[in-house]
């Protein structure tokens, strides 16, 4: 990880002296900008909108595909009746959507997380699903066989065995929904990080603009990172041989 860190912006560097244009500043010029930004200008209100429209659009589309994706895998009948519905409608492109979903929902927070929720709950109710079908029926014979409900299957065997897909779901889809986001915030609004950049550009104001891209990729970041951790704490035998190389 710090070698690929260190090796970027070696690149950057390189590219930077090669360019020698103002357009593509140094590193060390865009971190002092971007901290002296986020202190004295008001980056860190679009930052701020900006992970509240990505983290409530997550949340949202997350339960509600896995909510219904285990409901798909565990069903045949639910099965037939939700993924026919989800196959037809997940090869449309969302982006033509969006002016249409701004006349419904207006032009404020609510359009771009229904938009954002959009593109990333298809994903997660697909890998949902899968995994929930691929449950081993040993497991849950067992299980049945002690007097369990189907509550009980779905909350001590049939979940735990889909969270490690879950949050592999919710990692991949952490790099889609911030380049919706960034879409989303370039249509029709003036907030957020994707407003800002599209802005600095506009005004030729480049380490604006960069210190706004680093802001969205940190966002990213710290979202990947989020649900690594959780999935670490949630699912510790999936590191278990990560423990024992670690000894």
């Known amino acids: 990880m710090k070698k690929a860190g260190i090796l970027l912006v070696a690149m950057w560097y390189a590219l930077a002296f090669l360019a020698g244009k103002p357009f593509l500043p140094y ?3 865009v971190v002092s900008h971007t901290a002296l930004a986020l202190l004295q200008s008001s980056l860190i209100r679009h930052l701020l909108i900006s992970a509240y429209r990505i983290f409530v659009a997550l949340i949202t589309a997350t339960v509600l595909a ?3 994706g285990l409901s798909a ?3 045949r009948k639910t099965d037939n009746m939700l993924t026919p519905f989800a196959y037809i409608l997940y090869p449309i492109p969302k982006v033509a959507l969006l002016p249409v979903i701004m006349l419904f929902l207006g032009l404020g927070n609510l359009s771009k997380v229904f938009f954002i929720g ?3 709950f298809f994903q997660i109710y697909f890998v949902i699903r899968d995994a929930a079908q691929a449950v081993d029926e040993h497991y849950i014979d067992s299980v049945r066989s002690l007097g369990a409900s189907r509550f009980a299957i779905l909350v001590h065997v049939v979940l735990p065995a889909v969270l490690p897909s879950l949050f592999t779901a919710l990692r991949v889809s952490t ?3 911030t380049a919706v986001l960034f879409l989303a915030e370039t249509f029709a609004t003036t907030t957020g990080l994707g407003w800002y950049i599209m802005d600095s550009w506009a005004r030729m104001d480049y380490l604006d603009m960069y ?3 680093v802001c969205l990729s940190l966002l990213a970041t710290a979202f990947f990172a989020l649900f690594s951790l959780l999935e670490k704490h949630l699912c510790p035998w999936m590191h278990l041989k990560d423990k024992a190389s670690d000894k």
């Open 27 to 29: 590193p060390h010029a």
């Open 66 to 68: 896995t909510w219904l």
């Open 73 to 75: 895998g565990r069903s």
């Open 118 to 120: 959009l593109v990333v």
């Open 175 to 177: 790099g889609t929904a």
């Open 211 to 213: 210190a706004a891209m």
